[in-house]
């Protein structure tokens, strides 16, 4: 009920007909989007705001599995209505509906949720269940001083470690050193320490 209700903030998806029904008991799949969105008020893509992380979740309840697929936020992809562009771009072109439409064209999968995340709702997610456990596999650290090109900062150490809030989210955003190939088996491994 806490992550429920820390995910609940934000206004409602309009994504009709684009979903496919969830049969009780069955396979289902999750789109799950964490947008980029930071300014207040307007919807995330009405502000310009990206998809940093698109990943696919299929729960499986016969299989007692989860899958995860990550799609790169960099992949050259048709976005119906405007053409090629980055996977990203859809989201500030027509938000969740137009990147749910494109990532069923392209992978021809049908999607029976789709969550959509920005920064804030990460944060109290995370805080929500208690902060996550993560085995970190270096130091993560940037703190901008000195440098002409800001990145997030960040200042997580190696180790075996709980994880709240921010330092979650600039975990699992962290790029700066590593490909977005890198970063989403990182984001992959995180959501695995989630949901033990």
Known sequence: DQVVNAFQEGTGL??????????????QTIMLVGSDQRAKGARDFESGARSDTLILVRLDPAKKRTALLSLPRDLKVEIPGHG??????????????????????????TVNH??????????????????????????YFNNNIG??????????????????????????????????????????????QAKD
């Open 14 to 27: 309009d994504l009709s007909g684009e979903l496919a029904e969830a049969d009780v008991g069955k396979p």
């Open 84 to 109: 090629t562009d980055k996977l990203n771009a859809a989201y500030s072109l027509g938000g969740p509906k137009l990147t749910l439409k494109t990532v069923k064209e392209l992978t021809g999968l």
């Open 114 to 139: 789709v969550i959509n995340v920005d920064f804030k709702g990460f944060r109290a997610g995370v805080d929500a269940i208690g902060c996550v456990f993560v085995d970190i596999d270096r130091t």
């Open 147 to 192: 440098v002409a090109e800001a990145y997030a900062t960040i200042n997580v150490k190696q180790g075996y470690q709980k994880l709240c809030g921010q330092d979650a989210l600039d975990y699992v955003r962290y790029r700066h050193e590593d490909t977005d190939i890198v970063r989403a088996a990182r984001q992959q491994d995180f959501l695995r």
